[in-house]
């Protein structure tokens, strides 16, 4: 278990715990579930969690989060009439301990950004196959009007997504270049 890249991950996590540290433990945690690599996976994941200290409490929030939507989306999914999913989720999204576990936390992607108050009426159940869950928040910064004024995250439960990730990547790489073309179209032509 103890190797030089393993080292080397680790050192760069916790040295740049809000970047780095973040994705590594997502990703780590994310793989769990498969027998092959589970052993390795959780002493990495408990090495981080050992060092990364004031840290830890907002990753235990957001695990607390986490935890409590994968209850939600279980739940829905076991009901066979979209009425009866929006009514389930919009009831268990008003309970008060629902709140408390989602409101005023770190976001899972940015722990720099904080997701402010639930806003449960923009929150909706998808009718995508895997059921997903589209989260709403405000954004509590005081400059939140002049930029995002609420945060919005769709939770996705039960599916591989690699290939979700994957997009989002070729996207992210390929932006800058289909912004350059279309400013390059528009003002120079």
Not at 7 to 16: S, W
Not at 31 to 59: K, N, Q, T, Y
């Amino acid at each position: 278990m103890d190797n030089a890249l393993t080292r080397f991950i680790l050192y760069r996590a916790l040295k740049n715990p809000l970047q780095i540290g973040l994705r590594l433990f997502w990703h780590l945690r994310s793989e769990l579930h498969l027998p092959d690599i589970r052993l390795r996976f959780s002493l990495i994941l408990e090495a981080f969690c050992r060092g990364c200290g004031p840290m830890l409490v907002l990753l235990s929030r957001q695990v607390t989060a986490l935890n409590r939507l994968e209850a939600l989306s279980a739940r829905l999914k076991e009901l066979t009439s979209e009425d009866e999913q929006r009514e389930l989720f919009r009831e268990e999204m008003s309970r008060t301990e629902t709140q408390h576990d989602l409101q005023w936390l770190p976001s899972p992607l940015c722990l720099s950004e904080i997701l402010g108050e639930l806003l449960i009426h923009k929150c909706d159940v998808k009718r995508s196959k895997k059921r997903p869950l589209w989260l709403v928040w405000t954004n509590p910064d005081r400059l939140a009007q002049f930029h995002h004024q609420n945060y919005q995250l769709i939770f996705k439960h039960g599916d591989d997504l690699r290939q979700d990730m994957l997009t989002l990547q070729l996207l992210k790489v390929c932006f800058p270049s289909f912004y350059v073309y279309i400013v390059y179209r528009t003002y120079f032509l």
